[in-house]
């Protein structure tokens, strides 16, 4: 967890602070969590994050999960400085107590709360839903954003994989076009995945662009349409797309060119 109460119930956030600063606060502080409001230890280690940990056997660890990764530590940080730079008012790790869910952070925007979740490990498809629907069921908004997948980097209109758990965070626009927005917490970059086409499966068509974190607005920018040109590579990509499959079932299938599809 990246925050504690000190021991005169304040917020103590260890990210702000030097290491030196952190020893030094380690050995004259005590710190609680701010859920179980039992003693948790300050971690300073050499490479990850500074952080605040459950003494082992806590029964605390079964709603305020242990072992979060360097880069989700590292992506929590980034994202709830921005949206304070941004003038939001926002909460690091609230515990909501009615749903015994803490999302990464909860924004408040025009008397609407939305629970930001910063997603970098696999997750499944119920405890996904289990999630969201107890937001929902709460009048508050789900937002998922994904930690980009590292092998998508390029920019450009190209062919893209979208698995299915993160097909359920596309966005469409009043236009009709769809998009995706994901974060890479190495970069401190939004991706947007825009204007996509579905070709089959996982397989998608669709215009890359980047965007830095000091120039992202939020909510989010929403794309624009593709022009004539970027339709013709369009075009092009998915004709490739559909000779590959054509040919693959000619190859692959045990009736050959008696299959039924072809």
């Excluded at 009043?174 to 991706?191: E, K």
Aim: proline letters at 5%; a positive charge; hydrophobic letters at 35%.
């Amino acid at each position: 967890m990246l925050m504690a109460y000190n021991e005169l119930q304040q917020i103590f956030l260890p990210y702000q602070y030097s290491r030196e600063e952190l020893q030094r606060y380690r050995r004259q502080m005590k710190f609680y969590c701010p859920q179980c409001q039992q003693p948790v230890q300050l971690k300073i280690g050499q490479y990850n994050i500074p952080h605040f940990a459950h003494i082992a056997n806590n029964s605390c660890e079964q709603l305020f999960a242990e072992g979060e990764s360097k880069l989700h530590l590292q992506g929590k940080v980034q994202l709830f400085e921005w949206l304070r730079k941004l003038g939001h008012t926002v909460r690091l790790e609230p515990y909501l107590q009615k749903l015994s869910q803490r999302p990464d952070m909860l924004l408040i925007k025009e008397q609407k709360q939305i629970a930001i979740e910063f997603q970098c490990s696999t997750i499944s498809h119920e405890k996904w839903l289990l999630r969201t629907s107890g937001y929902e069921k709460n009048s508050i908004q789900p937002l998922w954003l994904f930690q980009t997948p590292q092998k998508q980097s390029t920019q450009g209109i190209q062919k893209i994989s979208i698995s299915p758990i993160m097909q359920k965070m596309i966005m469409v626009t009043a236009q009709g076009l769809t998009y995706l927005v994901t974060y890479d917490a190495n970069t401190s970059r939004f991706i947007y995945w825009t204007n996509l086409l579905h070709v089959h499966g996982y397989t998608f068509i669709g215009k890359v662009q980047e965007l830095t974190i000091n120039k992202q607005h939020f909510p989010f920018y929403e794309p624009k349409p593709i022009t004539k040109e970027e339709f013709h590579l369009y075009w092009q990509l998915y004709k490739k797309q559909c000779k590959q499959f054509v040919y693959q079932r000619l190859l692959h299938s045990k009736n050959g060119v008696q299959d039924s599809f072809l």
